[in-house]
């Protein structure tokens, strides 16, 4: 194939018009109309945001290959999981940013891409209002790592935070730790979990902190009490949280009440 078939190939695998890429490239739409035809043949600069824009290496472009290569290059492009990006963004703007965005780099209100930021942000880096990522940072962030006000993936860290392994304020998960923490190991001033460690208040199968209740045990230097909880029981640790709680958790101790 030459330098002109590959690139009438990838441009129609990309879903791309010669305007389109014209418009890309800074070029006319004639120039890419004598490139694919072989007459003419792009500069140096323009092959090389050709092969970054439909991720395909100068090789392949430059260098004559029958079409056995190109089976064999588009099963390691399967094997190595490449990621084609499409570039595009809206024609609208708003304070200066495209409504939309979609590329390697993407910036609008809505942003996809593998370094993303908008209002609401996907890639395997997002940062946004909303952010979806490996790595997402946001208000609201989903991801595998991500770091936001609520916060939900396999590593959570932010003010409410769920996830396998969760830091935050409040934190739910497996593994958690924060001023009020649930999960099977749990950690915190107020904690609640199967093996449950607090330093006010822990709840659990396992329990200890000042005020600890355990179903197996429980280890308490203020109240202990292993098995279920009476009404008595109950209405006496309202009573000692009240006293031993500092009146800056007053709002993680009203929680507490509100389930005992």
């Known amino acids: 194939m030459t330098l002109g078939d590959k ?3 990838i441009r129609k695998e990309n879903n791309y018009t010669q305007e389109q ?3 890309v490239l800074g070029v006319s739409r004639q120039a890419i109309s004598k490139w694919e035809n072989d007459t003419t043949y792009p500069e140096t600069d323009k092959l090389i945001r050709i092969s970054e824009l439909f991720d395909c290496s100068l090789d392949y472009l430059l260098k004559d290959k029958s079409e056995t290569d190109d089976e064999t290059q588009s099963d390691d492009d399967i094997i190595l999981f490449k990621i084609h990006l499409r570039e595009r963004e809206s024609e609208k703007t708003l304070l200066g940013m495209p ?3 979609i590329g390697k780099n993407a910036r609008g209100f809505i942003a996809v891409g593998l370094n993303a930021r908008g209002i609401i942000a996907v890639g395997l880096k997002a940062r946004g209002i909303i952010s979806l990522g490996m790595l997402s940072i946001g208000v609201i962030s989903f991801g595998m790592l991500p770091l936001g006000l609520l916060s939900i993936g396999i590593f959570a860290l932010g003010i409410l935070a769920a996830g396998c392994f969760s830091i935050g304020v409040v934190a739910a998960g497996a593994i958690s730790l924060g001023i009020i923490s649930i999960g099977a ?4 001033n107020f904690s609640v979990g199967a093996l449950s460690i607090g330093k006010y208040f822990a709840i659990g ?4 902190a000042m005020i ?3 179903d197996t045990y429980a280890s308490g230097s203020v109240f202990q009490k292993v098995g ?3 009404t008595d029981d109950c209405s006496a640790i309202k009573e000692l949280l009240d006293n031993i709680v ?3 958790f007053s709002w993680a101790k009203y929680i507490i009440k509100l389930f005992l």
Do not use: F, H, M
């Not at 190991?185 to 915190?188: N, P, S, T, Y």
């Not at 199968?205 to 200890?208: C, G, L, S, T």
């Open 212 to 214: 600890a209740s355990g």
């Open 21 to 23: 890429l014209a418009d």
């Open 228 to 230: 279920e909880l009476t």
């Open 205 to 208: 199968d396992n329990a200890r």
């Open 7 to 9: 690139l009438s190939k």
């Open 185 to 188: 190991i749990a950690i915190g």
């Open 246 to 248: 500092p009146s800056y």
């Open 99 to 101: 409504l939309w965005q």
